[in-house]
Structures are given as structure tokens and as C-alpha cells.
């Protein structure tokens, strides 16, 4: 029984080139939550979303950043145009139901920005 | 607004003594309180959870966590760590609807051979 899988792990782009961070959910789970750990600090929540539907995206920035999770297929956050400050591990947790209050996390995908 | 403020960023215990990690939060309704560990260069594990059942909650790995209404507080102890348990440890917090958790800091547990 899998757990929540992230791919790539790491990742290395430089300013201005496009990130796309992939994560799919556990086996049964159509909830996916994103949060940003920035270096010496803890998770921020960044979007949640049901299949096809962008749920809570009070914590994403206004600009660059952007997430997905189609029908088929894993769930996406893309940041477009990367500047140094978006260097962080991103995580992506799964639960099975809203308002489970139970996250599964993945192993995270560490963004490096040169 | 939920929040969780952990004391202590560096704890370093010797092997063998207790460790005790503090955790307050704050909440505006009946909180549902966790607290993770993550390894070096991995995704966070889920020690234990409070759910407004027992106020002593058990988690894995010898670990178990007390619900202080009173003090607003949700410490993690071990009667006596293990070098494995060296690792970043995480309190949080979820909103009312479950969904969104609140994470505090951090803090980074060295256990001394």
C-alpha cells in the first residue's frame, strides 16, 4: 500500500525557468494539501484541493504559483518564472475525506533556484 | 485563529534521560493537536493526534503527548530517548473544518551518546 508519492525529489532550476512539483495521493485519498517549509522554519499551508477543484487557496501567493489535481493523473503545483526565495521543500499530504484531520504526507520535493 | 508556538528550537537530551518537547497553542474551538517527526531529508510522520478523546495520548515509538486545557499546552515526552530519535519535531494544530493545519517551528532533538 503505497504512501503519498512526490516526484521529483530535487529539483534545481534557475531564475526565471518554470517549476512543476507532482504528487500523488494515497491509495483512496481525493484530498491533496501543499505546504512550503522554508529553510529553519515549519509547514505552510499553501492550496487545497479536491479532484478538479481548488478548495482553499488562501495561502498560495497572488502571483507565479499555481496548482492543480485533474481527474486523472497527480496533483501539480507549478511556479512559474522561479526567483531565489522559492527555494523550500515542498510537501504534499492526502487525506481521505474533508475534514478528516488526518494529513498523510509525502516525502517532499526540495526546490533549488540558482 | 489557530496557532501553535514551540519552545525551544535545539533540545539536546543524553541518551538514555527523558526527552520533553513543550508545544502551546492557540485555537479558537476544541483543537485537534499533532505532533510529527520528520527525518533528515523525508516527509513528516505522524507520532500521535489528539482528538478530544483521552487527555494522555500514546503515539509510536515510545512517545506520548499530554492535553492541558488549562495551560493551553500539548508537550511531547519519552521516559528515556534513543538515538534514533534524534530528528525535527513538528506540533500543529488543524482549523475548524479539519482541513487546514498550522504548523509551529520546529525543534530539533540531538541525542547524546
Known amino acids: 500500500n503505497a504512501g503519498v508519492m512526490q516526484n521529483p525529489r530535487h529539483l534545481v532550476r534557475r531564475r526565471g525557468q518554470e517549476a512543476r512539483l507532482r504528487c500523488s495521493p494515497m491509495k483512496g485519498h481525493s484530498h491533496v494539501y501543499w505546504y512550503r517549509q522554508l529553510p529553519e522554519e515549519g509547514l505552510k499551508f499553501m492550496v487545497y484541493l479536491q479532484k478538479e477543484n481548488i478548495i482553499d487557496e488562501s495561502g498560495m501567493p497572488k502571483e507565479r504559483f499555481s496548482a492543480e489535481f485533474p481527474k486523472e493523473g497527480p496533483s501539480i503545483l507549478r511556479i512559474q518564472q522561479v526567483v531565489r526565495g522559492d527555494s523550500a521543500a515542498y510537501f504534499c499530504?492526502?487525506?481521505?475525506?474533508?475534514?478528516?484531520?488526518?494529513?498523510?504526507f509525502g516525502p517532499g520535493t526540495r526546490l533549488t533556484v540558482l | 485563529a489557530q496557532s501553535v508556538t514551540q519552545l525551544g528550537s535545539h533540545v539536546s537530551v543524553s541518551e538514555g534521560a527523558l526527552v520533553l518537547l513543550r508545544c502551546n497553542y492557540s485555537?479558537?474551538?476544541?483543537?485537534?493537536l499533532f505532533w510529527y517527526v520528520q527525518y533528515p531529508n523525508q516527509g513528516l510522520q505522524l507520532l500521535l493526534k489528539y482528538t478530544s478523546a483521552a487527555t494522555l495520548v500514546k503515539g509510536i515509538n515510545g512517545f506520548e503527548a499530554e492535553f492541558k486545557k488549562s495551560e493551553t499546552s500539548f508537550h511531547l515526552t519519552k521516559p528515556s530517548a534513543h538515538m534514533s530519535d534524534a530528528a525535527e519535531y513538528f506540533c500543529a494544530v488543524s482549523d475548524d473544518t479539519g482541513n487546514q493545519f498550522y504548523f509551529g517551528t520546529g525543534t530539533s532533538l540531538t541525542v547524546i551518546p
Open positions: 485555537s479558537s474551538v476544541p483543537p485537534y
Open positions: 499530504a492526502s487525506s481521505p475525506r474533508t475534514g478528516a484531520n488526518e494529513q498523510f
